[in-house]
């Protein structure tokens, strides 16, 4: 299936009448109200009633929304329509209770991977409520499925170099530069990028994309790009493997969060920076005891080959932290233990500036993109500390793994203004609306939200 926006001036034939539970009917037509009756058709949240016409014809339909003050309410409902909806074109009769979001949630819920498998047909198209701006919802939907389509893209043809393809092709539409160091010629300013890369035949790499006016502010992010995570040395077990081609939804996520900054034009000086490698297993793999000197000089005993994202986003953040960024921020795939913690759709998000950490929360939580925020306790910072360098990559105990690894990190940053890292999970473990099974998109929304409030006009 596919879920369309109609140009303003078209005014389809079909109607869709919003229904709250207990609300009056008066303004629904005659035999939608008997369809109601005959069907004992209850409007929860998100059912959808098509409502047949004479002679065999579609009249309409109608969309439950639930109870008015339904505080459980999901935005996104209005993703079923594309699902539950013959082909058509249709317009909304009646208030939805968060347009805006209700036709994010309708773009997104249509979503589909299919690169490898012939593409539905239907196409549910629907006019534009009034007051929902048409390019922005779209700019925001472009953004979520460039996310998800580098998620879902198999390893097999999403490695280091298909990574830098897509920042290329993204720099190109958008007339931003983007320069990468390759393979051996990142031994020597990113040790920590080259050892955990060095491993695959597949050339690490970094990708530096840059784009905006240099007077403006800076706001860089940096993405997680590990295009496959074995552990290494460390390995995984088959079923922790499984989905690790998503270990480089920090950077998918980059990406489509750049497409939704740079196609909106927002004020700021963009930089995306990208450690693309592959965690893989040779005989060039780092080893458990190895000490690397990183960028910043940091020295950095390997703890566990496993906890490789920390390393690579080390170097890049140290990279990034040179220019003094007005905002830096980090997405990345990091830690199983951020999952045990607050479970698949609530990243957690890590920062000493408490202004930033309280708006991107209660962003978060109007853009229907919720993230929580968990401490940058300092006391932990002994556990992951080293005897024979200045830091271990892996935490001791077990215990708090995602606020050791957001320590690590916070190491390599010190002259930004505000630094932020968002431990997600880039994945859908089951299908809910608006959000297919498979690679996601984490916060973005949440953060595009954010600057746009902070730097749009
Ligand atoms: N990419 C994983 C983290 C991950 C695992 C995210 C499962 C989502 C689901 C990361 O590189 C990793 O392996 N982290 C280890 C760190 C540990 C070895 C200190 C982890 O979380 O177990
Ligand atoms: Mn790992
Ligand atoms: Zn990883």
Redesign the pocket.
Same mark, same amino acid.
Request: no cysteine.
């Given at each position: 299936m596919q879920s369309l926006l109609l140009p303003p001036d078209f005014s389809p034939s079909l109607p869709v009448w919003v229904l709250a539970k207990g609300q009056e009917q008066g303004h629904l037509p005659e035999t939608a109200r008997a369809w109601i009756a005959a069907t004992g058709f209850e409007p929860s949240a998100g059912r959808v009633l098509a409502v047949p016409g004479p002679g065999g014809t579609l009249l309409g339909a109608v969309f439950g929304v639930g109870a008015e003050d339904a505080k459980s309410r999901d935005p996104f409902l209005a993703a079923n329509l594309a699902r539950d909806l013959p082909a058509g074109d249709y317009r909304f009769e009646g208030a939805l209770p968060d347009a805006r979001l209700a036709i994010v949630g309708f773009l997104l819920g249509s979503y589909r991977f299919d690169r490898y498998r012939k593409p539905e047909i239907k196409t549910v198209k629907f006019a534009v409520p009034s007051g929902v701006d048409v390019a922005e919802v779209v700019r925001i939907a472009e953004g979520v499925r460039l996310a998800r389509d580098l998620v879902n893209t198999p390893s097999n043809d999403m490695g280091p170099e298909e990574l830098e393809s897509a920042a290329q092709e993204l720099a190109g539409r958008h007339e931003a530069r983007c320069s990468v160091v390759r393979g051996e010629e990142l031994a020597r300013d990113f040790p920590l990028i080259h050892a955990v890369g060095v491993s695959s035949p597949r050339a690490p790499r970094l990708l530096d994309l840059t784009w905006g006016n240099e007077s403006h502010p800076r706001v860089t992010i940096v993405g997680?790009g590990?295009c496959f995570?074995t552990?290494g040395l460390?390995i995984?077990p088959s079923s922790?493997m499984l989905?690790?081609k998503?270990?480089m939804g920090g950077a998918a996520n980059a990406l489509g969060l750049a497409h939704m900054l740079m196609d909106a034009d927002l004020p700021i000086r963009l930089r995306v920076l990208i450690p693309a490698v592959e965690?893989a297993v040779s005989g060039r793999s780092f080893r458990p005891g190895d000490v690397f000197r990183s960028r910043k000089g940091i020295t950095v005993e390997i703890?566990?080959? *496993?906890?490789?994202?920390?390393l690579v986003l080390a170097d890049a953040l140290a990279l990034a932290d040179e220019e003094e960024p007005d905002l830096l921020i980090d997405l990345a795939?990091?830690?199983?233990?951020?999952?045990v913690a607050l479970g698949p759709e609530v990243p957690p998000v890590f920062s000493d500036d408490d202004a930033f950490a309280d708006d991107i929360v209660r962003t978060g939580l109007a853009e229907n993109d919720p993230v929580w925020r968990l401490p940058l306790w300092r006391n932990y910072e002994k556990m992951i500390a080293s005897k024979v360098a200045d830091v271990n990559?892996?935490?001791t105990g077990g215990h708090a793994?995602?606020i050791?690894?957001a320590l690590f990190l916070r190491k390599f940053v010190e002259k930004a203004k505000t630094y932020a890292h968002f *431990?997600i999970?880039?994945?859908t473990p089951s299908a809910r609306p608006g959000r297919p099974e498979g690679g996601e998109a984490h916060a973005i929304r949440a953060i595009y939200a954010y600057l746009k409030a902070r730097h749009g006009s």
């Open positions: 997680k590990v995570d552990g460390d995984k922790a989905i690790m998503k270990d965690n703890g566990n080959t *496993d906890a490789e994202g920390r795939t990091l830690t199983g233990a951020a999952r990559n892996a935490g793994g995602s050791t690894a *431990d999970f880039a994945w």
